[in-house]
């Protein structure tokens, strides 16, 4: 099950970045970036599994990453349609 997570994880990655390359979405969509949120935190979760500790750590930077523009992102938004 971890890996099947793990392969989801990396598939949502690979397939936010072939979207993103092929202009079909933003690099600060809500699409694009909930997939690098979830396609981090799996494959971070399978590699914690497998104790592979340097894609362990690189995918949960990444997880990171993606919160803190996700926070960013729905703050200025938020505070977008309160000026309405």
Same mark, same amino acid.
């Given at each position: ?12 990655? @690979? ?7 092929? =202009? ?24 914690? *599994?497998?104790?592979? !500790?340097?894609? *362990? !750590? @690189?995918?949960?930077? !990444?997880?990171?990453?993606?919160? =803190?523009? @996700?926070?960013?992102? !729905? ?10």
């Amino acid at each position: 099950m971890n890996q099947i997570i793990g392969y989801v994880g990396a598939g949502l990655l @690979l397939l936010g970045f072939i979207l993103l390359s092929q =202009g079909k979405i933003q690099g600060r969509s809500y699409t694009y970036l909930l997939m690098q949120f979830f396609g981090s935190a799996g494959v971070a979760f399978a590699a914690l *599994m497998k104790s592979d !500790w340097s894609s *362990m !750590w @690189l995918n949960a930077i !990444w997880t990171a990453i993606a919160t =803190g523009t @996700l926070i960013a992102l !729905w703050r200025k938004r938020r505070s977008e349609n309160n000026k309405v």
